[in-house]
């Protein structure tokens, strides 16, 4: 597997992996966990897919396996800034305001939405490997540009996994069911550096 990260402006280097990223995301989010997001018959593109937006994408055999997308708290895009500030500004129908107790807008703190990885990749150290540099891309990037800390709305269970690569991941805000796919969610944190170095395999 390998990590590839570009924003909207070099794209084209990389042949169609934006889009293989985003028909797996069309896949993950409305296929399987029936959210009612914009998308087509393969596609998921929503309004934070813009230039100010990264994307850290992984590939396995030249196909497009796992990615996630980032920005900085500070982005502006016509109406919308990030996610979870237009969410507590009560722009989003399906995050509720209280996700967290106010926004932060600081070029320190990037926001990173997105994230999914293939159910293709079966076996836990796949889905590990993977998860792993997709966050390492999302996390240079950041640092690349000034950026010292990670935040996602993310199901809680990705706290543990952030932990077991490493990550001084924790939880900022207070745990919701979302009622459309059953799944608990919370605003996670963390440092862009790890804590500790992976252990070789």
């Known amino acids: 597997m390998q990590n590839i990260t570009f924003n909207l402006t070099c ?16 896949h993950f989010f409305v296929d399987q966990l029936g959210w009612d997001i ?14 100010v937006a990264w994307y850290s994408l992984v590939l396995d055999r030249g196909q497009v396996v796992g990615g996630a997308r980032v920005m900085p708290t500070t982005a ?22 209280e996700v967290l107790d106010s926004a932060v807008e600081s070029q320190g703190l990037w926001e990173c939405t997105r994230l999914v990885v293939s159910d293709g990749l079966t076996t836990h150290a796949q889905r590990s490997e993977c998860l792993s540099l997709i966050v390492s891309g999302l996390a240079e990037t ?24 490493g990550y ?29 170095a992976l252990k070789a395999a």
């Open 76 to 97: 502006r895009w016509g109406q919308h800034s990030y996610m979870l500030k237009d969410a507590v500004d009560g722009k989003l129908l399906d995050i509720p305001s």
């Open 38 to 51: 914009p998308h087509d018959d393969q596609f998921e593109m929503d309004q934070y897919d813009t230039p």
């Open 168 to 196: 001084d991941a924790g939880r900022i805000g207070e745990p919701y069911l979302n009622p459309g796919d059953g799944r608990k969610y919370a605003v996670l944190s963390m440092p862009v550096k790890r804590r500790t």
């Open 142 to 165: 950041a640092a690349s540009q000034g950026g010292t800390e990670l935040m996602s709305l993310s199901p809680l269970a990705l706290m543990r996994a952030l932990r077991q690569l």
């Open 11 to 26: 794209l084209h280097n990389h042949n169609d992996a934006f889009w293989g990223y985003l028909k797996l995301r069309k």
